[in-house]
Nanobody
């Protein structure tokens, strides 16, 4: 069973940056696409970004692609989400997820999920 653990969340002021990490354990993630989703209070979970196993393919929510950058280090079974120029609307719980193949923004296609890390952006 694949376990995903997110870290790096916290409180940051408007305009600041955070780098989230997600480390996988329990089984190999060879070939897996990894993704980030977020859920703000009172809202549905939404897609943030995804990265292929090789790291050569990435996808991101259009409204975030200029500020959020996804990357991965397969030697460490870890993916990252660099978030820049943070705004109050970025306040949410951020989740890491994994799918065995393919790329895409639909949460139903991701088989494994972490418990999330909370990001709060204060004005």
């Amino acid at each position: 069973q694949l376990q995903l653990v997110e870290s790096g969340g916290g409180l940051v002021q408007v305009g600041g940056s955070l780098r989230l990490s997600c480390t996988a354990s329990g089984r190999t993630v060879t070939g897996y696409t990894m993704g980030w989703f977020r859920q703000a209070p009172g809202k549905e979970r939404e897609f943030v970004s995804a990265i292929s196993w090789s790291g050569t393919r990435t996808g991101a929510r259009d409204s975030l692609k200029d500020r959020f950058i996804v990357s991965r280090d397969n030697d460490k079974n870890t993916i990252f989400l660099q978030m820049n120029a943070l705004q109050p609307e970025d306040t949410a719980v951020y989740y890491c997820a994994a799918r065995p193949s393919g790329m895409g923004p639909h949460s139903k296609d991701y088989a494994y999920w972490g418990k999330g890390t909370r990001v709060t952006v204060s004005a």
